[in-house]
């Protein structure tokens, strides 16, 4: 069965670490996505791609980076850690139409 | 840019109660309207969707919403609420060909039993 995985499930990293979380999809979509889900703000949406090497920013993006450079993997990277990006961390494929397959999240804490 | 307002932000019910959430967006252009549930301790899944048509949905669970575009509202209806449907649920809206959705804030539902 297709499927989207995270990894890790949990994180716990050091303030100014590089962080990369991972997503891989099966699904063969080319819509990709990461939110990041916090208390009061719902999901915001971090960074997403339309097909490889398409990336583009979303509504909270600084201080991340993603890439695509295969239609399966989209990761995600936190060049700096902050506390501010301490969150759950949701990555998303998509066919088209707002019909989203989430994957499990991945509980980012920066200390 | 598209929001998308979810007004209660926490709602308790008793089992048997009936359900409704409310949803507003702003953009007054053509738009895909969603909900999305997730229960504790799992990722969202799709409840149901509008794209056109009867206004009147009905998704998974006995859950239904409707799609008012003269208040640019979609509010979640459900008769009799149960345990299991406690859960976060989120409204999201994508403007039709943009691809991408966005998302209320999200109301948490408990149901006590």
């Known amino acids: 069965d297709a499927e989207i995985t995270q990894s890790p499930r949990h994180k716990i990293t050091e303030t100014g670490r590089q962080v990369t979380l991972a997503c891989h999809q099966t699904w063969n979509h080319n819509n990709m996505f990461w939110y990041r889900q916090d208390l009061g703000h719902g999901l915001r949406l971090i960074h997403y791609s339309y097909g490889v090497q398409d990336t583009n920013k979303g509504e909270v993006s600084d201080g991340y980076s993603v890439s695509r450079s295969n239609t399966e993997d989209l990761p995600l990277t936190l060049e700096s850690a902050a506390s501010s990006q301490t969150s759950v961390y949701f990555c998303a494929s998509s066919p088209g139409q707002g019909i989203y397959t989430f994957g499990s999240g991945t509980r980012l804490t920066v200390v | 840019a598209q929001s998308v307002s979810q007004h209660n932000h926490h709602v308790i019910l008793s089992e048997a109660a009936s359900l409704e959430l409310g949803c507003n967006y702003s953009y007054g252009g053509t738009v895909n309207l969603f909900w999305y549930v997730q229960y504790p301790g799992q990722h969202l899944q799709l409840l149901l969707k509008?794209?056109?048509?009867?206004?009147l949905v009905k998704g998974i669970k006995g859950f239904e919403a409707e799609f008012i575009k003269s208040k640019f509202s979609f509010n979640l209806r459900k008769p009799s609420v149960q345990w299991s449907d406690t859960a976060e649920y989120f409204c999201?809206?994508?403007?039709?060909?943009?691809?991408?959705?966005?998302f209320g804030t999200g109301t948490r539902l408990l149901v006590s039993p």
């Open positions: 999201a809206v994508e403007n039709t060909g943009f691809q991408k959705l966005v």
């Open positions: 509008y794209f056109s048509g009867d206004p």
